[in-house]
């Protein structure tokens, strides 16, 4: 399939998250059962991939390679998406547990492009993390997003492309996570800048605003023709006061958003030619 049109819009759902407690969010979709309803709801409401973290059985973040393995399949088997593994974890998840994502055959997996404080947290990827993950996902025919808190994560992006050459399936998707209390702020000029330097590479970009900043950078991103993160990981009202009901609540907010700037959302075939993972033929090692 060749690369989607500009009137094609992403809207990648990331329903979980590490940072929110069950008990504060009951509609978090912590369980297999509820995160695969919520994907299946999200991909009818237009969502194309799905970014994951999972929870154990008393709802805390979890890297446990075999329920990472199984919730890949159970997405694969109930939807179309792009199943996209976070390997950015908990701030409290080894570097180590971290690489071992990649194990669990994601269609994608998230690729943070440096250290970032993180509210009273760090945040750690340090650059030979950052190397060893990159080169592991080019040997394993996964397809990375670049998460970029920052604007030096930017500059990091290009240092690693020139470093490494392109990701496996040869296109670049980025993704702006702004707002984050320690990277950078969740507004359109933070957003125009980041989108200024970014390498020749890059084949598109999505944005996202952590919290009260969700509105600002989803509005600047699509008048720049970006595409969109939406999801409870990254925001739990709607309004002030007004919870998320749902993640597909998010999603259709979105589509909603795109109607008025006159975007389409993408098809999940669309949404792997958009990423490479329809040219690519399998691992490489
Ligand atoms: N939970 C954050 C510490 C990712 O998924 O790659 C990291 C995060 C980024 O959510
Ligand atoms: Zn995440």
Redesign the pocket.
């Known amino acids: 399939m060749s690369v989607p049109s500009p009137d094609r819009l992403l809207i990648t759902v990331?329903p979980t998250?590490?940072e929110t407690a069950k008990s504060d969010c009951p509609q978090l979709p912590t369980t297999l059962e509820e995160l695969v309803a919520t994907a299946r709801e999200c991909e009818a409401a237009g969502a194309g991939m799905v970014?994951v973290?999972i929870r154990d059985d008393e709802h805390r973040p979890t890297l446990d390679l075999a329920r990472l393995t199984d919730t890949v399949q159970a997405l694969h088997q109930a939807t179309d998406l792009v199943v996209q593994l976070?390997t950015?974890g908990s701030v409290h998840d080894p570097l180590d547990q971290r690489l071992k994502v990649l194990d669990a055959e994601p269609d994608s997996c998230?690729l943070t492009m440096g250290t970032t404080n993180f509210g009273d947290d760090v945040f750690s990827n340090p650059w030979p993390f950052v190397c060893e993950l990159y080169q592991l996902s080019q040997a394993r025919g996964v397809v990375p997003e670049f998460e970029l808190f920052d604007l030096g994560h930017v500059a990091a992006l290009e240092r690693l492309l020139g470093k490494f050459g392109l990701p496996a399936g040869g296109r670049v998707h980025v993704d702006f996570v702004m707002g984050v209390p320690g990277g950078m702020p969740g507004t359109a000029a933070a957003l125009v800048a980041g989108v200024a330097a970014l390498p020749p590479e890059v084949t598109s970009w999505s944005a996202t605003g952590i919290g009260r900043s969700t509105l600002p950078v989803m509005l600047a991103s699509l008048a720049q023709g970006g595409h969109l993160r939406v999801g409870m990981?990254d925001v739990l009202t709607m309004a002030r006061g007004v919870p998320v009901e749902s993640n597909a609540q998010l999603v259709e907010r979105a589509v909603d958003a795109g109607r008025v700037a006159q975007r389409v959302p993408m098809t999940t075939a669309e949404t792997r030619a958009l990423l490479g993972l329809d040219s690519l033929t399998g691992a490489v090692a």
């Open positions: 990331a998250g590490a970014h973290h976070s950015g998230s990981e």
